[in-house]
T-cell receptor, first 110, second 114 residues
Framework: GQQVMQIPQYQHVQEGEDFTTYCNSS?????IQWYKQRPGGHPVFLIQ?????EVKKQKRLTFQFGEAKKNSSLHITATQTTDVGTYFC??????????FGDGTTLTVKP | SAVISQKPSRDICQRGTSLTIQCQVD?????MFWYRQQPGQSLTLIAT?????????ESGFVIDKFPISRPNLTFSTLTVSNMSPEDSSIYLC???????????FGSGTRLTVV
């Protein structure tokens, strides 16, 4: 099945700094989703991207889908301590099954 | 989107025993999914639970080890059988959310096998 590589694995930032995580696939994706998992919590769906070159924003979060639909990024502007957690990308597949990236764990130093 | 109630939230079990995890959804859903998340790692799909038919297992997971029930469109159970310490993990159920290919997850079951 399709695979997706997510980088970096960990990111430690000072509060107020920006943060970006990337997901890359060797094949063209039909869609990509992003999830956030707080420490000790469960993944929570954030957004889905479907169109080539799509850019969506949720407050300080900006999600992009590459023109070739092979990569995507999640960018957080001016991180806050509430942003800590692990961010996963997921790619849809047949029969409703998703494949998830390995996640990027973000820690924020106040 | 759907709301999932998953229990137990955590358990510590003796090796060789079995644990059954339950997920109740507040609406009818065609498919329910069971995932495993080992500490610090990503989500791995165990199986898809279909109402009225046997679950579909992913490579590396077998029915004897992870029997699944799906008696109706709002409920499913996953049993972790004959547990060993390697089964220590977080187990999550999920259903497709309002957006196709996106998923709502239960709160997870944190299992420790000693």
């Amino acid at each position: 099945g399709q695979q997706v590589m997510q980088i970096p694995q960990y990111q430690h930032v000072q509060e107020g700094e920006d943060f970006t995580t990337y997901c890359n696939s060797s094949t063209t994706l039909s869609n990509i989703q992003w999830y956030k998992q707080r420490p000790g919590g469960h993944p929570v769906f954030l957004i889905q991207l479907v169109k080539s070159g799509e850019v969506k924003k949720q407050k300080r979060l900006t999600f992009q889908f590459g023109e070739a639909k092979k990569n995507s990024s999640l960018h957080i502007t001016a991180t806050q301590t509430t942003d800590v957690g692990t961010y996963f990308c997921g790619i849809g597949a047949n029969a409703g099954k998703s494949t998830f990236g390995d996640g990027t764990t973000l820690t924020v130093k106040p | 989107s759907a709301v999932i109630s998953q229990k137990p939230s955590r358990d510590i079990c003796q090796r060789g025993t079995s644990l059954t995890i339950q997920c109740q959804v507040d609406s009818q859903v065609t498919m329910m999914f069971w995932y495993r998340q080992q500490p610090g790692q990503s989500l791995t799909l165990i199986a898809t639970a279909n109402q009225g038919s046997e679950a579909t297992y992913e490579s590396g997971f077998v029915i004897d080890k992870f029997p699944i029930s799906r008696p109706n469109l709002t409920f499913s159970t996953l049993t972790v059988s004959n547990m060993s310490p390697e089964d220590s993990s977080i187990y999550l159920c999920s259903v497709e959310a309002g957006v196709p290919n996106s998923y709502t997850f239960g709160s997870g079951t944190r299992l420790t096998v000693v």
